[in-house]
């Protein structure tokens, strides 16, 4: 079968109004829903922060993700959708800030807790080497 060729100006014509087509509905159409995916994942994240070390080990961090959740639901309540988007994408991030920041602190005190642990196995071994060298000598 013999295709049919397109013109050149029909053919960049409909290019460009599929181009025009893709813009409008990427460009238009996300700002003009609402962001409840990004909000529900702050809400989510924020949740699971809020029930882990950090509360204890990043409560300045933890907070700033609440508030910025909470902006962000009054935000999408309120159809300021690029705001309530942009809040929740913080909220989000302070959480993970929250959470990393917990992990360390909970690593570093593992790491001082090993330290201890490690230094009382050296004194024993040490105290158990002298011990040793103190009964080799006697029997000698």
């Known amino acids: ?3 049919k060729k397109i ?3 029909q053919g960049f014509s409909m290019s460009l109004v599929c181009g025009l087509v893709g813009l409008a509905s990427f460009g238009g159409c996300s700002a003009a829903q609402p962001p409840t995916a990004v909000v ?4 989510l994240a924020v949740r699971e922060v809020g029930q882990s070390q950090a509360a204890q080990h990043a409560p300045r ?4 993700a609440r508030q910025k959740y909470d902006q962000a639901k009054r935000a999408l309540d309120a159809e300021r959708y690029t705001e309530a988007r ?3 994408e913080q909220a ?4 993970e800030l929250a959470e990393t920041k917990a992990e360390a602190v909970s690593a570093r005190q593992a790491a001082q807790e090993l330290q201890k642990a490690l230094e009382a196995l050296r004194t024993e071994a040490g105290r158990m080497s002298r011990n040793l060298l103190d009964t080799t000598e006697e029997r000698v």
Do not use: C, T, Y
Not at 92 to 95: I, M, S
């Open 40 to 43: 529900s994942q702050a809400e």
């Open 61 to 64: 961090e933890l907070s700033n």
């Open 1 to 3: 079968m013999p295709r």
């Open 86 to 88: 942009r809040l929740a």
């Open 92 to 95: 989000l991030v302070d959480a």
């Open 7 to 9: 013109p050149l100006v």
